[in-house]
């Protein structure tokens, strides 16, 4: 073991890494058959190795890349000086391509956080491996042992138009009948007690009717609906009589803080974000309005909030201004959900059940394999540091799969397409 003082992060390496991903129908298009992530591992000169799992866009791989120099030579514990480094040294890019709304992976003006999240958390697990104590200790100590899921509904197909592997056993999504059948077996397989529903795919008459149908079929559960900014303001202010009574919050029904604000004139219910407000800056704009204001729930998400330590004082911000707080998800694996766990744990104004893409998910790269829910929770670990390690062969496995699938940057509106030729994802469509 070196001593503490000459502890050095040696070397960085990343890789990317494609799963299998279902045919989830949102706002802006359908998902592609396999999503992407990347797993970073940093190593150290006494042989330890960190890991956290990040997006695996060619942009964020690019910027990951940029970032080596900021990393290799630092100690695990520099965390504020990694923040300052990668702050002024990975700069806001234009993704050349597409730059997907609701994929923060693909959001180049997003990248100094997106990397400083990414190497926080492979610090983290560094230092509480080498210290015996686990990420939520290493965070301020856990204030509560498991953290509450939701289920995560999305309208679906059976299939991906083009078939790269069997279909999955969730069957097609649409209908409300079909919405409640999905919901009854994700509460059966991990015992969530609350549920959302990805939205703004269809007419809002049906995706309320929906709303309406799981309300009668698990009553007294919490529910929630995000069409995603894809409801005119007109539209989100004509359901809201509705939805007042079947939702525990609205999430981003309409675009912009603006359109947000007048909602909330209209609404008897909390507006829930992770559209809107996504920064410091976005939340200092928010807080600003007088009233009620645009937001009363901050859906979080470290992985572009600039990290673990970065989304606990997002929380207590929020906790200042009174705001809820929850967490966003994407489709990912193990490393990132017990990154979450751990941070959940460590903020104690979570007022609300996270949400986890993570049923989605058939493939893993954990080592201990897939993470395990009782009654919709995941228990906190108490391993040393993150309490996830890699299995190497389904790492590989899954890194020929990114490099044999294609696909470099999620587009959910390219794959639409191919369904709708049609289809062109401009936003709001209702
Ligand atoms: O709450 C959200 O906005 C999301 O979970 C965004 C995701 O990209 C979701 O729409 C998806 O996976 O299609
Ligand atoms: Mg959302």
Redesign the pocket.
């Known amino acids: 073991m070196k001593a503490l003082n000459e502890w050095r992060i040696t070397q960085m390496r990343v890789t990317p890494i494609a799963f299998r991903d279902p045919p989830?129908l949102?706002?802006v298009g359908i998902?592609e058959p396999y999503a992407l992530r990347s797993i970073v591992e940093l190593e150290t000169n006494d042989g330890l190795v960190g890991i956290a799992e990040t997006y695996g866009d060619e942009g964020m791989l690019k910027a990951l890349e940029t970032a080596r120099e900021l990393i290799e030579g630092f100690s695990p514990f520099d965390l504020n000086g990694m923040d300052e480094r990668v702050k002024h040294g990975v700069k806001a890019t234009k993704s050349a391509g597409f730059e997907m709304n609701?994929?923060p992976g693909s959001h180049g003006a997003k990248n100094a956080a997106k990397v400083m999240a990414a190497f926080e958390g492979a610090m983290l697990d560094l230092i509480g491996q080498r210290l015996g104590a686990p990420v939520c200790d290493v965070l301020g100590g856990a204030v509560r042992d498991s953290v509450p899921y939701s289920a995560?509904l999305?309208f679906k197909y059976a299939e991906h138009i083009e078939k790269p592997y069997a279909p999955d056993a969730w069957g097609e999504g649409i209908s409300p009948e079909q919405i409640v059948a999905q919901a009854r077996r994700m509460r059966e397989l991990y015992g969530f007690g609350s549920i959302k529903l990805?939205g703004g795919v269809f007419d809002p008459a049906h995706e309320v009717a929906c709303m309406a149908a799981l309300a009668k079929a698990f009553p007294g559960v919490p529910l929630r609906l995000?069409p995603?900014a894809n409801w005119t303001l007109e539209t989100s202010i004509k359901h809201a009589p509705a939805l007042n009574s079947l939702l525990e919050y609205y999430?981003?029904p309409t675009p912009t803080l603006d359109g947000m604000n007048e909602l909330a004139k209209h609404t008897t219910l909390p507006l829930a974000t992770?559209?809107v407000v996504t920064s410091f800056e976005e939340l200092k704009q928010s807080v600003r309005y007088p009233g009620r204001g645009p937001v009363q729930v901050v859906?979080s998400d470290h992985h572009y909030w600039g990290g673990l330590r970065a989304t606990q004082t997002l929380a207590r911000i929020c906790d200042t201004f009174g705001l809820g707080v929850s967490m966003?998800?994407?489709?990912h694996l193990a490393p990132s959900l017990i990154a979450m766990t751990h941070l959940a744990a460590a903020v104690p104004n979570l007022s609300y059940a996270c949400?986890t893409?993570y049923p989605w998910q058939e493939e893993e790269v954990a080592a201990e394999g897939r993470v395990k829910f009782v009654n919709g929770s995941v228990t906190v670990p108490r391993t040393p540091g993150l309490g996830v390690t890699l299995d190497r062969e389904a790492l590989r496995t899954l890194n020929e799969q990114y490099k044999s699938c294609g696909i470099r940057t999620r587009n959910?509106t390219a794959e639409m397409k191919k369904y709708d030729p049609s289809f062109t994802g401009k936003s709001p469509r209702y």
Not at 328 to 331: G, K, T, V
């Open positions: 989830l949102n706002a998902h609701l994929a995560y999305f990805k995000d995603n999430e981003d992770n559209m859906l966003h998800s994407n489709s949400d893409h959910d």
